[in-house]
């Protein structure tokens, strides 16, 4: 298989370069790539050794470079490393200028690094909110954007921790435990905020597995139980009208996406 | 001030074409952009409910769209409701092709959606790790790939958690009590783990106003006692060596960044 680099370059996080050359090299199945990430890209001598990290990568093929610096002289320093410049920016910024008659006004990391502190407060608040409720610590829900229901190690946590940290929404868990399922019911106090209720399901051989990482060979992480707990968890939710999803073969992103979706809960930070 | 709207149309979460976006739109102070998520995008109903939001948003000026939808009909089903087409990827893509000398093959959400069963658990155990080693109440370190150091409220659990979820990087996080400031030492059990310390600072005022938003007037939240506190930890790291950076006008995508820039710790998910 061909192998080949690419370079994530920026003068800020990186994550912006990340994503994009991400999406670019999933689309190519047949070449195995090596991902460089160069964040912080601001002097001189920071261009200069980059541009000879690109230099020392030219094995197989050219390497590519996703290349998000703003200041032109430390483009230019970078390019000299000789790859592939890929730059998903400068086409489309020159498009909107056109079309909406504006021009942009570019600054080093602008993309990036400032602060909104609106933004910056509510993303700390969400995240100190999903910890507070995280696993029915805390089960008071009047705050809260959305309550996830399911059984022990069906994804919950992260995914709450991710809507909090990705949307600054403000996300809460409670963990069905067997005695909601015995009884066939799902707490009062998560009840009473019916419409921000959303549940999460899990392939019950991959639960096994998860639980078994944790306490192997005990009753928590028998595939029985686990099959038992599954199936209630799920006649409890199609019993209530709650919506759920299986987070078996999901992504973190991809959860918290549909689940925003489906409460049409927006993005609390942009 | 004009009045804009931006589109952010995928086949899966969006994230892809709303980093973009806000990359772009972050470009032009004289617009004022409302930004539109429509995620999971995969069926004909969809794309036409799409394209009507577009047709609908036509007021000051023409919508911009960033469209990541893979599928061709559904594509052109979107931009039928009239929007400036903004394709960050089809160019590039092209671009791979003819100086790699491969063909791409594209598939639905095949950038959003595929699980790597090796990196979700990776996360997930990060995440786990972070939670469990959150300001102090595990201290043992063996595995951690880093340990923030900072006094109460400067920014570490937020840091942890998104190093977690981004990155799959196990990072713990340790408080610096009042005795430790009194006592001017690191406890031994983060010491040890010379190579893995970095510290959080914090601007005393901003700090002040954090710390009141939950506990105001007391000596916690009190400005005198947060200048003391961080005037301390400051001393403490330079004693000992240990690189720290200020939490108060950063993003905590761009302390992460630099956190694993200095330790030199890499992306373990991609």
Redesign the interface.
């Known amino acids: 298989m061909?192998k080949?680099t690419i370079f994530y370059v920026s003068d800020?996080?990186?994550?912006?370069a990340?994503?994009?050359g991400?999406?670019?090299v999933?689309?190519?199945?047949?070449?195995e790539f090596t991902?460089i990430?160069i964040?912080?890209v601001d002097t001189v001598e920071k261009a200069q050794a980059a541009a000879q990290k690109i230099k020392d990568a030219y094995v197989d093929?050219?390497p590519?470079v996703i290349n998000?610096v703003v200041d032109i002289e430390l483009r230019r320093i970078i390019h000299s490393g000789g790859g592939?410049k890929?730059d998903?920016?400068n086409?489309?910024?020159r498009?909107?200028e056109d079309?909406?008659g504006?021009?942009?006004?570019?600054v080093v990391g602008?993309?990036?690094?400032?602060?909104d502190s609106e933004s910056?407060n509510r993303?700390?608040d969400a995240?100190?909110f999903a910890?507070v409720h995280?696993d029915g610590i805390s089960t008071s829900y009047d705050e809260a954007d959305i309550i996830l229901l399911g059984v022990s190690r069906s994804?919950k946590?992260?995914t709450c921790?991710?809507l909090a940290?990705?949307y600054g929404v403000k996300a809460a868990n409670y963990p069905l435990t067997e005695e909601d399922l015995d009884k066939m019911k799902i707490p009062d106090s998560v009840l009473k905020h019916r419409d921000k209720v959303y549940g999460l399901t899990i392939d019950p051989f991959r639960l096994s597995q998860?639980r078994s990482e944790r306490r192997a060979g005990t009753r928590y992480s028998n595939l029985r139980q686990c099959q038992r707990e599954v199936s209630d968890a799920e006649a409890l939710f199609l019993r209530n009208g709650v919506d759920f999803l299986s987070t078996t073969?999901?992504?973190?992103?991809?959860i918290?996406?549909?689940v925003l979706?489906a409460l049409n809960i927006?993005?609390r930070l942009?």
Chains 1, 2 share one sequence.
Do not use: M, W
């Not at 999933?26 to 070449?31: L, M, P, T």
């Not at 504006?102 to 570019?106: G, L, N, Q, T, V």
């Not at 602008?110 to 602060?115: D, E, I, L, M, S």
């Open positions: 061909k080949c800020g996080t990186a994550i912006t990340e994503t994009v991400n999406s670019l999933s689309q190519f199945d047949d070449v991902k990430r964040p912080f093929c050219q590519l998000t592939l890929l998903p920016f086409r489309l910024l498009t909107i079309t909406l504006i021009k942009r006004s570019p602008k993309a990036h690094g400032v602060v910056y993303r700390i995240t100190n910890l995280d994804g946590t992260p921790l991710y940290l990705q998860i073969d999901t992504s973190i992103e991809e918290s996406g549909k979706l927006h993005n942009h």
